[in-house]
């Protein structure tokens, strides 16, 4: 039976989640499984679950509770089938972002007889926020993430990992981004609480330089997701 531990990143949009995940997974050994990055993928299909996706996430809305958990779980299966042994746990990225997603993987992880070592909240301020999220480019073939000043890519408007041509993504328009960051304030940012009350959140600056908000997440994570006594779940 599998007894894997799992780190939640907590943040608003533009935070670092998934600069940050990128380059944090490796290093503690976990596999980075952001929901975002499933959702732009199945969307990348011409059929009508790709429609229904689309339909929420050019808005900035989120995706139905139900289906989003579908897409967490076929991912978090696939990953169990092809390297159980080598799959310690997830670097959960955008999941969960409301009370009910909370519960719900609080349900999985029982089922699993796996646990949370740790929720990772990354702050930064909103005007910061708005100038990251504006920014922002993506390689649409491997999902790694760029920024036109902070984080250039080495030639300009291509990726470096696979050379492929950068994009802005659909929902980092100015009006999808108000609609993200309320519903963070409103439904997500509440969850830290939920998660503060087990003892579990570690507060980080991500209003730092890419390599201090690094260093600071590995400083705080390291004795947590090497302790095995956090990891059992109860
Ligand atoms: P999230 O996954 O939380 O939405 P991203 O990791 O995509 O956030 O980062 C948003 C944008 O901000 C990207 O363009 C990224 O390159 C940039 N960025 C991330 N972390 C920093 C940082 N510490 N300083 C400056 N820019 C950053
Ligand atoms: P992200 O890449 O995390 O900023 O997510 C981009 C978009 O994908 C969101 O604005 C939602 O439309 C959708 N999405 C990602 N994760 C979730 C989730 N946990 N619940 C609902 N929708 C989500």
Do not use: W
């Not at 976990?30 to 229904?52: I, K, N, S």
């Not at 960051?181 to 980080?204: N, S």
Request: charged share 30%.
């Amino acid at each position: 039976m599998a007894d894997r531990c799992h780190v939640v990143l907590i943040g608003p949009q533009g935070s670092g989640k998934g600069t940050q995940a990128a380059r944090i997974a490796p290093r503690l050994r976990l596999v980075h499984v952001a929901t975002g990055d499933l959702f732009r993928q199945l969307m990348t299909r011409d059929d009508e679950l790709a429609r229904e996706v689309r339909s929420y996430y050019d808005r900035g809305a989120l995706v139905p509770d139900e289906l989003t958990l579908r897409v967490l779980l076929q991912r978090l299966d696939e990953l169990e089938r092809e390297s159980a042994e080598a799959f310690r746990g997830a670097l959960l990225d955008g999941y969960p972002r409301n009370r009910a997603q909370a519960e719900a993987l609080d349900q999985v992880l029982r089922e699993r007889r796996d646990s949370i070592a740790a929720v990772v909240h990354l702050a930064v301020p909103r005007a910061v926020l708005i100038e990251r999220l504006s920014g922002r480019l993506i390689c649409p073939q491997c999902g790694a993430t760029y920024h036109i000043r902070f984080s250039p890519p080495k030639t300009a408007g291509q990726c470096d990992r696979c050379g492929s041509a950068l994009i802005q993504r659909s929902d980092d328009t100015p009006e999808a981004i108000a609609r993200r960051l309320e519903t963070y304030e409103q439904q997500t940012a509440p969850l830290l609480d939920y998660y503060r009350a087990r003892g579990l959140v570690v507060d980080i600056d991500g209003n730092q330089p890419i390599d201090a908000v690094t260093e600071a997440i590995l400083a705080a994570l390291e004795p947590r997701v090497g302790d095995p006594s956090r990891c059992r779940s109860s």
